[in-house]
């Protein structure tokens, strides 16, 4: 017998056919997959039916449109960032604004198509998990204009960290119930909603947040995101006549990223690097950093990325972000990294910290905590590039949501 | 014989009062909840009791089709570090007095997946692990698993629902072996109702296709279920309401765990005659 898994092959193959993936079965290499149990089976085959189906749909494919356009605002705008490309002293450095989206995340792109997609198939009910709480808001704000009713599993530390996200969500019509087995943060978030899912699987759709789960939940979810790098591309041509020659995205489940790195990976003048959350510091063993400092396994549905112990225990992850707290990682990631096309690179919090600071009062921009670390890396790596060269960071989304941690931090009461 | 196949067939052979060939009883018990002193003599106690096949879970830390009872189980188990290995050396000591009742290891594929399936496979072989049911490991995924497995003789056993379709059915035809467990509510483990006739229904459906017993669980909560359920299946099995009982203290002391092992013991007792009797 083989090992399913060698670890020790990781180059890129000869030739990859980026939009081949994923197979039929979900799978992006050896990762991916339908890692779920039977009481699941028939709902993900129903939506993966669905799926299949609204790929090619006009109709679908127009309303989705429409709605970027005229409920979220798209297109984001690609902003040059001239003051923080004068203090790095490098790279240009160009924000992808996807912060200036309704509800202030790049979250939203995926909860209108899944929305549409729920509505589509006749559900009444829309559940999702959250972290950092955008997720949640942008979920109960389809759940809002679909009239839909709606309820968000969020861990009990997190509710705590996002408080302004948890009011909103409420003020939204939706019910937050607080999750409080395991390590109460996202990866118990995204359990407890599995289980109301098989629970009510008639008239409920389940939401994923990120390029997680089990299929089809890791394509349809980047489908849905790839918006940012198809704009992106447009713009950054419109502006300069050319391509970037660097992209930098933080990786909590990995959407954000997978969304603007995806219509670039065949470009291969094009770097890309994903930031994962650094925590403490990769080498203290507290972090959310998979990518970095994990090995292969299936969890949430998917083989790919871990923390976990030598059991296979999933561990407990850290980051000053709750949108990045997740021991997991999308399953296309963890193929991006072993064939090589991507970097994946982790900021500490300090260094999210100090970049959330840095762009707040350079550009006039305040960043999501997760968005930070992105920036954190972006400016490192501008730093090391040509004056003549381009980079894209990822902001994902403002940081209003984060102000309170961010005072806690400085020991300032609001 | 593989051992369930035996003891399927010496249940076969046996009657009820009814005259009806007799269903087997398999509880369901977590490794090491909640201390690891209680586990073999527990398993001992449940074959007295009238348990003829015994789930032992081994426990992971995101038990995502588990309900609140035995994610709690889980996270006692985790209290003691309770690895796979844990569960080979109590099945290893349970097969020194008792190489008969068969043994179906329950839990999800991570840890297994970690550890190698080659090199799962033997180990459970080796300690008189008879069955596996992962839960997370679907037949499109168990292209590797499934022959590791078998190569050992542990049988690869997989879970059907009731939303389970005739080709899902059918596909499992062609990898199960040792027995089908049927799950006969939809929703997580501890869930309340169940409707006897749905499940004769399904039952009589699976049968159609699989060649195999068919254990029904998830919603048996106490003799009467459990009569009813034996009415219509080979296999009755018991979970949630045996494993609440890993609350009444944390089984350090020897007379904490005679306790719950009592109590269980009298469910357990209650549930075989109401079996025995009824059907
Ligand atoms: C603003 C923002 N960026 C990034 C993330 C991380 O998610 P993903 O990696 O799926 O983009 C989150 C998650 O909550 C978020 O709110």
């Given amino acids: ?414 | 014989m593989s051992r369930l196949a035996a003891r399927f067939a010496e249940l076969k052979a046996q009657k009820t009062k009814t005259g009806k060939q007799k269903t087997a009883l398999i509880p369901y018990v977590m490794t090491s909840d909640p201390s690891p002193e209680i586990t073999l003599p527990l398993m001992h106690a449940m074959v007295e009791a009238g348990a003829n096949i015994i789930e032992l879970g081994a426990p992971f830390s995101d038990p995502m089709a588990d309900g609140p009872v035995i994610q709690a189980a889980a996270e006692r188990s985790l209290e003691h570090n309770t690895s796979l290995h844990d569960v080979f050396s109590v099945v290893a000591e349970f097969r020194k007095t008792d190489d008969k009742t068969p043994i179906v290891m329950m839990g999800y594929l991570n840890p297994i997946e970690v550890m190698g399936y080659e090199s799962f496979a033997q180990q459970a072989s080796a300690c008189g692990i008879d069955g596996v049911i992962t839960v997370d490991m679907p037949p499109v995924e168990a292209g590797d698993y499934v022959p590791a497995l078998k190569s050992h003789e542990v049988d690869p056993i997989f879970l059907l629902a009731p939303t389970s379709t005739e080709a899902r059915i059918e596909r499992l035809a062609d990898v199960a072996s040792g027995f089908v467990y049927y799950v006969s509510l939809k929703g997580v483990t501890g869930a309340a109702t169940l409707d006897v006739s749905s499940v004769e229904q399904k039952v009589a459906q699976i049968k159609q296709h699989i060649d195999l017993p068919i254990g029904v669980g998830f919603g048996i909560s106490d003799a009467e279920s459990a009569a009813k359920v034996a009415g219509c299946s080979d296999a009755v099995v018991v979970g949630s309401v045996i494993v609440k009982k890993m609350t009444l203290n944390d089984g350090k002391t020897e007379p904490e765990r005679s306790i719950i092992i009592k109590e269980i013991s009298d469910i357990l007792s209650a549930m075989r005659s109401a079996m025995d009797e009824e059907q």
């Fill in chain 1, 1 to 414: 017998m083989t090992q399913l898994i060698d670890k020790s092959v990781k180059q890129k193959p000869e030739s990859v056919d980026y939009s081949a993936m994923p197979d039929d079965y979900g799978h992006f290499g050896v990762y991916g997959g339908v890692f779920a149990s039977e009481t699941l089976m028939q709902a993900l085959d129903e939506l993966r039916d669905a799926y299949e189906k609204i790929k090619t749909d006009e109709e679908f494919q127009k309303q989705f449109d429409e709605d970027l356009a005229q409920y979220v605002g798209r297109p984001s705008p690609l902003y040059f960032a001239e003051r923080l490309t004068q203090k790095v002293g490098g790279a240009k450095i160009y924000l992808k604004r996807e912060d200036l989206n309704h509800t202030g995340a790049h979250k939203i792109n995926n909860t209108i198509g899944q929305g549409l997609l729920a509505k589509m198939m006749g559900k009444k009910r829309i559940i999702a998990e959250t972290g950092a709480g955008q997720h949640g808001v942008a979920s109960a704000t389809v759940a809002a204009r679909f009239g839909m009713e709606c309820v968000v599993y969020m861990g009990a530390e997190d509710i705590v960290r996002q408080a302004p996200n948890v009011y909103r969500m409420k003020l939204l019509g939706a019910t937050v119930v607080a999750v409080e087995s395991g390590s109460k943060t996202l990866k118990d978030a995204l359990n407890e909603a599995m289980r109301d899912w098989v629970t009510n699987v008639d008239d409920t759709f389940y939401i994923i947040g990120t390029v997680a789960g089990p299929h089809p939940y890791p394509a349809m979810v980047r489908d849905f995101q790839t918006i940012i790098g198809r704009e992106a591309k447009a713009q950054m041509q419109e502006q300069c006549g050319c391509l970037p020659d660097a992209l930098v995205a933080c990786i909590g489940g990995g959407s954000n990223a997978i969304g603007l790195f995806h219509p670039f990976l065949e470009d291969e003048s094009v770097a890309m690097y994903g930031v994962e959350g650094g925590g403490l510091g990769v080498d203290s063993g507290k972090h959310a950093a998979p990518l970095c400092a994990g090995s292969p396994g299936v969890l949430h549905g998917n083989r790919t990325y871990l923390m976990e112990d030598e059991n296979g225990q999933i561990i407990e992850t850290h980051s000053v972000s709750a949108g990045l707290d997740y021991p997991g990682v999308g399953p296309e990631h963890s193929w991006l990294k072993d064939i090589g096309r991507v970097n994946y690179v982790a900021a500490t919090d300090d260094e999210a910290l100090h970049a959330f600071h840095t762009l707040t009062r350079v550009e006039g921009i305040i960043p999501a905590l997760e968005s930070s670390h992105a920036v954190a890396y972006g400016m490192k790596l501008a730093a090391t590039m040509k004056s003549e060269e381009r980079i894209i960071i990822n902001l994902s989304g403002r940081g209003d949501k984060d102000i309170n941690t961010i005072a806690k931090i400085e020991g300032i009461e609001l």
